[in-house]
């Protein structure tokens, strides 16, 4: 992976609370990529606009880092706890991914 472009001066939003509903990003306005860093729990997560639940969608645990390669994926992307515990993830925006 390349040079990264931060989005508006390194906007990241940390420590977004990820429960039993449906999560969706708060996104600038530049941004075009975003690396996802699930600190607390498990979530599970969609890039194409659908709901996820506990049991649909692509599972992350603590530690694992998501990537989102488009504006699309930025605006599609939802999220849910998996499990009774809630997730705290920490989301940080580039304009692009050079290389």
Known sequence: MG??????G???QFGLS???TVVQLTIPRAA???EIYVRTASIVFTRDGTDPTAT???QA????III????DELDQFRAIRQGSVSATVDVEYFTDISG
């Open 10 to 12: 390194g906007t990241a």
């Open 32 to 34: 075009m990529v975003a």
């Open 61 to 64: 645990d603590p530690t694992d």
């Open 3 to 8: 040079v990264k472009s931060r989005s508006d």
């Open 18 to 20: 990820i429960a039993d």
């Open 68 to 71: 989102l390669n488009s504006r």
């Open 56 to 58: 649909q969608g692509m």
